[in-house]
């Protein structure tokens, strides 16, 4: 569609550079004439036989308002229609610490979407992925945003009214930046600083310094969420026991101190508050109890409830008004479940950000946000996300939307279609889990990294259809087609994922049936299953190799392709072991001799959920 714009349009013409290649139209001087009008109020776009009108109050809505004023053109000539956004700042954080480190365009990419859904702002969680010159190891080949790739995104979100905000960590989560000899004397243990140690103050004086003269915004979120042994390291043995409140306000003194040096405006994680009021270092222990003196002494700044756990909408209203009794500002931070494992867990999504805004409406929280983690290797693509982002999108325009109000939306800002993605669930949805798998196992990791011989949980898939799940999910994912061809690489991989574990998910119970039955042709036959396998697996390694190093930086993928080395010669061996024992040249096989147990996280709705380290053997895989 062709538009000749006027009105207010000097305040958007930088980010309309940016989105108008993702936008079906062109701005000529012969279009179809559109105002642009910014006064207070809602978002309201309008259009008549003759004319439209676009009118926003901040220039986040316009970028939305253009999408919608276009969708609603190619459908009927006359429409008028308003929204209200729900909430002051509704935005996302990406997870830039788990190894994957997107690229600049991928964060660009990805602020096109938020600038098309019109969310406001997008933090950046990096503990150590951000360049301090005072510290070269610091970031050291973790692939650090330089100072130059920050200021280049802050420039492009500012452009499409979107605020970048720091996201970083001034207390725990440090291990891989602590791990080198300059950290020497500022580490209370292996991931925490040293409280009240002057080379701490120093190191975070470095940082603040790094990241104001990186940043537009005054505003950065310092962390200091689940620092479970704080005081407990060397600041005991240097101070013996202290009430842990008094040491985690005297270390948020020290930082505030700091920020108000750079004249930064800072927020933390509040769990370490709750967790350590309740007798079970609980973060959502109702019975937490917060003495009022520590409440009073508390140093003024933000706090961010972070809550992706719970289902009902009562819970998230009761931790909501709780934090609200500390009287200080506060944010509210949902989860996409990106970091369920291999895929994403959108059943939970779903449930806990339909019940988790639906609480912030009703207390009147001004501020959200959807953190987007990515534990244990980042194994789950990023883009993965953007249905759960459509969602918050979503919330944050209408009062409950629905879920054809969330693909329409989604349809319109990515050009992909809702039902396909969701389609990825069906990885961790498998018989024998609960619905919408909101206890987040994850078979699929299981099934992938699980080693053939050991089968730590075979014994808890054994009474579950897991094979022929896969099997039809390959069939499904095979006939997704997209336009875009980032979602196709996805899809792709995805394909290969569920042919490699449709194969392998079964194998190790295959193995020790045959092995229990002594049926040596039947061991030959899953011989050359294992041969299948291997390309199989190959082939998903390919397909995920190729999906990292188009959106990631290069760093950090060494870890995934081990775990695929490990995978394939854990088959080889396998391979070699079985043939040992069919040629008689061994009388039987240990690890088949031993008896298999159910999975001890196994329960009724739950196959298990483990890190990486934990799937493929109970033995040591580093440490001393």
Known sequence: MKLTLSGDTHLI?????????????????????????????????????????????????????LRLWLDNAKETDIFDIEETQQFKTSGAMIDASRNAVPKVDTVKDFLNNMALMGLNMLMLYTEDT??????????????????????????????????????IQA??????????????????????????????YEFLDNLFKSISDMYTTNRVHIGMDEAHDLGLGLYLNQNGYKNRFEIMNSH?????????????????WSDMYFRLGSKTDDYYDKETVIPKDIVKTMPDIQMVYWDYY???????????????????????????????????????????TNASLQACKLTNTEEVMATIWLDDGAETPLQTCL?????????????????????????STTGDNLEDFLLLSKFDETPGIVKDNLMASHPSKISIWQDPLIGLYDKSFEPYPIRKHYTELAEQLGNVHSNNKDTQLIMDFYHQFAKAISLKSELGIDIQTAYTEKNKNKMSDLMKDIDELKQLVNNMHQHHREVWYTFNKAFGWEIIDIRYGGVLTRLDTASYRLK?????????????????????????????????????????????
């Open 310 to 352: 719970h289902s009902e909408q009562e819970d998230y209203e009761y931790f909501l008004k709780k934090h609200q009794e500390f009287e200080k500002p506060l944010m509210f931070a949902g989860g996409i479940w990106t970091f369920n494992g291999m895929a994403p867990n959108y059943g939970k999504t779903w449930v806990t």
């Open 252 to 268: 948020l003194r020290n930082v505030l101190n700091l920020t108000d040096k750079y004249q930064l405006k800072p927020m933390i």
């Open 171 to 200: 207390l725990g989560h440090l291990y891989n930046a602590l791990q080198y000899r300059y950290a020497i004397g500022m580490k209370d243990t292996h991931d925490i600083l040293l409280v009240d140690e002057p080379k701490t």
């Open 130 to 167: 951000y360049e301090v010159p005072e510290y070269p190891l610091f970031g050291y080949l973790r692939g650090p945003y330089t100072k130059e790739e920050i200021q280049d995104l802050d420039r492009y979100a500012l452009d499409l009214g979107i605020e970048l905000v720091p996201c």
């Open 387 to 411: 249905p759960g982002l459509q969602l918050f999108a979503e919330h944050t325009y209408k009062e409950k939307p629905s879920q054809e109000d969330i693909a329409k939306a989604f349809l």
């Open 13 to 65: 013409q930088a980010g309309l550079t940016h989105l108008l290649k993702h936008l079906d139209c062109q701005l000529t001087d012969d279009g179809f004439p559109l105002t642009i009008i910014k006064r207070p109020g809602t978002l309201h776009i309008a259009k008549t036989k003759q004319e439209g009108f676009l009118s926003f109050e901040h220039t986040h809505q316009f970028f939305r308002g």
């Open 580 to 624: 040992q024992w069919i040629n008689g040249n061994i009388e039987e096989l240990e690890e088949l001799e031993v008896t298999k147990y159910i999975h001890d996280s196994t329960q009724d709705g739950y196959l298990g959920r483990n890190l990486y380290q934990h799937l493929v053997s109970p033995s040591k895989l580093s440490d001393v």
